[in-house]
T-cell receptor
Framework: DQQVKQNSPSLSVQEGRISILNCDYT??????FLWYKKYPAEGPTFLIS?????DKNEDGRFTVFLNKSAKHLSLHIVPSQPGDSAVYFC???????????FGKGTSLLVTP | DTEVTQTPKHLVMGMTNKKSLKCEQH?????MYWYKQKAKKPPELMFV???????INESVPSRFSPECPNSSLLNLHLHALQPEDSALYLC???????????????FGDGTRLSIL
């Protein structure tokens, strides 16, 4: 049963514009959320995370927003660059720590 | 460059072979993980080692046998695998297991395994 859902398999954005990737979760015990980026033939690379005690975390061009009541989070990339083209995975964990539950990923294409 | 190194990058083996996947990290992390990822699917957790002891086995068949010889190394021994075991096997590490988010898991580039 998929507890973390990324309902958009793909997204295409023009260079310089904002990319918004969405993620929904069903387990109310999740209290930490992470975004990973994956290029072909490489492992996932950690991008940014957010604790359930916050509603926003920012790191350079990347911002993650968390809406606990809606069980929804989003990753904003501003401005988008062609090098951002990759598959983005949303992941969540509860306070047991070790179990990362991944979404199926969203393939982002940033066009020049 | 990834700080978690996995070897080999690719492995083709028959169903009767015995082989091992290796994973190494030198970040001082005390938690290490094995994941399996099938095409167009998210990674699925297989095993967790915490302080060199197996703490989680997600009902993985016994034809997969993990080993943690020391805090930097994690092996996955393979024997009598089935064609459906063909997948990308990812190793990850983190500082510890008691909190998932403030110490994110760092992944290697994986071993692409094909079973003939």
């Amino acid at each position: 049963d998929q507890q973390v859902k990324q309902n958009s398999p793909s997204l295409s954005v023009q260079e310089g514009r904002i990319s918004i990737l969405n993620c929904d979760y069903t387990n109310s015990m999740f209290d930490y959320f992470l975004w990973y980026k994956k290029y072909p033939a490489e492992g996932p690379t950690f991008l940014i995370s957010i604790s359930s005690i916050k509603d926003k975390n920012e790191d350079g061009r990347f911002t993650v927003f968390l809406n606990k009541s809606a069980k929804h989070l989003s990753l904003h990339i501003v401005p988008s660059q062609p090098g951002d083209s990759a598959v983005y995975f949303c992941a969540a964990s509860d306070d047991s720590g070790y179990a990362l539950n991944f979404g199926k990923g969203t393939s982002l294409l940033v066009t020049p | 460059d990834t700080e978690v190194t996995q070897t080999p990058k690719h492995l083709v083996m028959g169903m009767t072979n015995k082989k091992s996947l290796k994973c190494e990290q030198h970040m001082g992390h005390r938690a290490m993980y094995w994941y399996k990822q099938k095409a167009k699917k998210p990674p699925e957790l297989m095993f967790v080692y915490s302080y060199e002891k197996l703490s989680i086995n997600e009902s993985v068949p016994s034809r997969f046998s993990p080993e943690c010889p020391n805090s930097s190394l994690l092996n996955l021994h393979l024997h009598a695998l089935q064609p459906e075991d063909s997948a990308l096997y990812l190793c990850a590490s983190s500082r510890r297991t008691d909190r998932g988010g403030d110490q994110p898991q760092h992944f290697g580039d994986g071993t692409r395994l094909s079973i003939l």
